[in-house]
Every structure is written in structure tokens, then in C-alpha cells.
């Protein structure tokens, strides 16, 4: 399991070398308070300083934490890390607008905190009987009121809402595979859920996808998606 913790510094290795190429100096130089700052404007370039100091800080959690639950497997791994990074998107960033340092290094102990619970909160809901999915979900229903509008998650349609969601959860679940099946998967919920433009999403480090290609990967999930529920529709109907 060493080798994969090592596999992710070796990634931040590769950050660091490229320092002084892919991140301006000012960036280098940024308080993490500015710094974050600059990453809530969805800037490329202080997302790539972001990372360039803080994934081995975040691997190196999910690695601990993840062996604490005996589940320590590289695809557990980076699942995890993805979905931190997407909980730090989350909700127009509201984690990191949330940052209120104490102390110079507060934000060590903070990205820990939210490292460490996104992990506990996976496998507390696989232990307790959840889809792996439906923790994704779970997660995302908080990101109402995008319109501004207030939900009442106690109403019939509100209801309806959430059994729809977990239905296209289970339908990307079934129709995503391979290496690039969460990052599609947060692509999927950042675009639908969240109200991200595909600049925004492109924007991200953790995506590794020009604009085209986030367009075009929203595009084919979506005809998979919606072709999975016509047949599912189908096969409901013939029974």
C-alpha cells in the first residue's frame, strides 16, 4: 500500500518541478488565505499552486485514514481524493470561503478535517448497508437552492427529486467504467448539479480536460444516461 501513497508523491514531485513554469511566482508566493482566494475564482493556475502544495497533504490522509477501514486499494484511493476535490468545489466553493485561519498553518488542519471526514463518511454509509453511490448523492443534495430558490426536502416533490437523482446515480454507475469512470461521474454532477459551466469544470486541476473535452464527455454520459433509462423504461413496460 506504500506504493500507492508513493505514487501520489510522486505527483506532487511532479508539481513542484514544474513550479516555475506552471505557476506564476505571485501565486508561489500567495498567503494560503490569498491563495484560496484566487482558487474560488476557479483560476487554473492557483488550483495547480493549490495542489502543488497540498495533494500530498490529501493523499497521505485518505491513505491513513483509508487503511484505518481496512480499504486501502489504489481505485479506493483515488475515488477518494476525487471526491475531496469535488467537496471543496462544492457548492460554489463553500468549504474554502468558509476558511477562517487561526493561526498561519490553520489550513493544514483544516484540509485534514475535510479529508479525513469525506473518507469516514464513505465507508460509515458502506458499512451501514449504502450503494457506494448513493453517498455521492447524499453529498450532492446539499447543493440545492442553485436557483436560489428554497427546497422543501420534506415535500412529495422533493421526494420525487431524490428518487430521480439516485435513479441517474445508479444509471452512471452502470454505464461509467475504466480509469476515467469518476472523474466522468464528477463531471456529470458538476455540470448538472452544480451549475458549472464546462470553463469552470476545464478549469480544475483534478479534470485534466480542455473545454472541448469537457463538453464532448457531458454529451456522451448524457446519451448514455438517458439511453440506459429508455431501455430500463422498456424492459418495465414488456414485463
Known sequence: ?????????????????????????SFAQLSPEALIQACVKSDAAAWEEFMRRYHRLIAGVVFRTTQKWRESSPPAMDDLIQEIYLKLCADQYRLLRAYDPKHPDAIYGYLKIIAA????????????????????????????????????????????????????????NASLSGDTAVRDRTIFWLYYRQGFTAKAIASLPAIGLTIKGVESTILRITKLVRRRMVETELVKTDG
Not at 500500500?1 to 511566482?25: G, I
Not at 437552492?145 to 428554497?150: D, F
Request: net charge negative; glycine share 6%; charged share 35%.
Open 117 to 172: 471526514n469525506v473518507v469516514h463518511d464513505r465507508f460509515k454509509a458502506l458499512h451501514s448497508g449504502k450503494r457506494g453511490g448513493d453517498q455521492i448523492v447524499e453529498d450532492l443534495t446539499t447543493l440545492e437552492n442553485r436557483s436560489g430558490v428554497e427546497q422543501d426536502l420534506g415535500t412529495k416533490q422533493a421526494m420525487e427529486r431524490d428518487i430521480l437523482l439516485r435513479e441517474i446515480d445508479a444509471h452512471l
Open 1 to 25: 500500500m506504500n506504493d500507492e501513497l508513493n505514487r501520489h508523491q510522486e505527483t506532487t514531485s511532479k508539481f513542484e518541478e514544474m513550479e516555475s513554469q506552471a505557476c506564476p511566482l
